[in-house]
């Protein structure tokens, strides 16, 4: 089979990093095997071919049975065998699967045609082989141009997720570990178990769309549970885990979905499941993305009478950040153009077609507002790109009416991250989704995105006499800070303004949790002045109410006395967690030699830290492993030391995290360059 890592099948597939003993070879493109038999082989009077077989009941016409003569041209897209050298009894052949077969398992015979009939090849696992997608060949329908983008969405097996707060932008490393072991064959049993056809197998269309359903639990018992709640009793925190691999594992043994998730780990675990198939895959972050429930490309926010946000009533959202994914693909179903990077989102939020999923949508669509086409368009449309009217705040009355005080058309979709190519650094996609704001061709965008269904609503609104801006510096988790308000009174005359200060805790999500603070105060602003208050925030008032992504959402609004105006505005503030530090002994650094790596941590609050989990993992450097600390006092240190033995050279990544109920999102990492 020529299966081994350093023999020419894997090192030419690109395969060779998986662990797996198979043969793991790329449709579209040849692989050799060689075929021994009984006595010297004759061309002229032997016959013989070899078959390829998939699911339980092999057919021709459905491509699941595949017949290779050894000296048979591929036409039509078909298969192609040829024999490349024959010695003695030993002949070479190669084998070149057609650019659109079924990617999966498949199982392999030699059969000879004899006078007593036809003859096979016993089953031998052994010789069973896996075809993946091809980005590297130009007729898969995955194909994509550049090696160095091939070498990132396909070969890089560890990645950065963005998350926090547009302003303040934070990273969080992620083991994907697509050729870990056990990894392809848990990929293909997700498909498995959607009971998806084989035929559809062949399509990265219908493969990335059931997969969108099956990352996550909602209505077919998928891998990932959701959980927003704050609650992780059962389970495993969102913020804990480290890589794609052990729940990818967990999984595949255990037959049942794995507790918890949440949208960055639907979206890495989604990721892993592409890059593992051959599907060049991407993690992105789209800061402040918008749910909107009613579909008219604007985000309503409904306060009561004393400026708080009436809960019960605003049923669209507005998630500080929301992480998807993007795959590489042609859309033969869709008119020229629209190929290129689709829109995928495992994270059950809406249904579609009767399920939870999402995509794939194309980016160029969502760009240009052709809402029409397959498949969700809209919802990721609303997500990134309502820049016609964003965000609406409307004032609820004491006889039910609302009238609207404030329009933000500034915030939703605000910036759009993913990977670097070949780098860990961020790269600003924001353009890919959207035209300049106040540009010809957003407004044309947004014409024909109303043309395809969507209903905007007119809101015209008087300028308010008086700006009002917030300001917050970084703050550090656990202590003490100042909100700093300023008025800018733009008319020549004095204003006043009752303004009322709503501190809450808030899931990433936007959802509230509980209000930690509230104050009212009163302002008055000169004539053309400007005007700054302070508002202290003290840690004792948040601390204890914290939920796991640490973020607090300041709404400030007011009334202006002379004119009855409203003025409003918010900030979101991201409190900053500490960091592990990670460290590997400098020598040796060499393929299965023994390796110790350490980590430490220092608890930066002023109250103990209990039921402290942490974790490592490295892809081909070591497996998840887990610690729990049942107690850390308050300044205390503590220092974890693991052994691992690297079983592949070159550069890869340990990645490590601290979570517990009062400290979450705690991550380290540390670069690892192993030589033979």
Known sequence: MLCETREINKKEHRTDMFVN???????????????????????????????????AYPQVNKGTYIPVLPNQDQEGMKWGGRV??????????????EPDCIVGKFRMYIAVMTPYGIRRTRRDPKKDLYILFNPWAPGDTVYMPD????????????????HGEASNVEIRPWNFGQFEYGVLDACLNVMDRAQMPLSGRANPIKVSRVASAMINSRDDNGILEGNWSGDYTYGVSPTAWTGSVEI??????????VCYGQCWVFAAVFNTFLRCLGIPARVVTNYFSAHDNDRNLKTDVILDEDGKVDVKLTKDSIWNYHCWNECWMARPDLPPGFGGWQVVDATPQETSDGMYRCGPASVQAIKHGNICYPFDTPFIFAEACSTALDIVYWKRNKDGTQEAIKVNTHHVGKMVLTKEVGRDGSKDITESYKFPEGSEEERLAMEAAVKYGMSP?????????????????????????????????????????????????????????????????????????????EVEVQAREYMNKLVEQAMLHFIITGRINETSQIVTS?????????KLTVKVELLPRLVMEEMLVTVEFTNPLKQKLENVYMRIEGPGLMGAKVKMYSLIPPGTSLTWTESF???RPGRSVLIASLDCPALRQVYGQAEVNIQY
């Open 248 to 257: 990818l594992l967990n999984y595949s043994s255990a037959g049942v979905p």
């Open 21 to 55: 003993e198979n043969l793991i070879v790329r449709r579209g493109q040849p692989f050799q095997i060689k075929i021994t038999f009984d006595r010297e082989y004759v061309a002229e009077k032997d016959q013989f071919w070899v078959e390829f077989l998939i699911g």
């Open 457 to 533: 609503l007119s809101v015209l609104l008087p300028e308010a006499d008086v700006e009002m801006d917030v300001h917050v510096e970084d703050v550090a988790i656990g202590s003490d800070f100042k909100l700093t308000l300023q008025f800018k009174n733009k008319k020549a005359k004095p204003r006043s303004l009752n303004i009322y200060v709503s501190g809450n805790i808030v899931f990433y999500t936007g959802v509230t949790r509980s209000q930690f603070k509230s104050k009212t105060i009163e302002v008055k602003v000169g004539p053309l002045q400007t005007q700054t208050v």
């Open 645 to 647: 033995t690297p079983r």
């Open 84 to 97: 490349l050298e024959s010695e003695n009894n030993v002949i070479t052949m190669a084998i070149t699967p």
């Open 147 to 162: 090696e160095e983008e091939r070498k990132e969405f396909i070969l890089n097996d560890v990645g950065a997720i963005f």
């Open 570 to 578: 918010r900030s979101l503030v991201t409190l900053k967690v500490p």
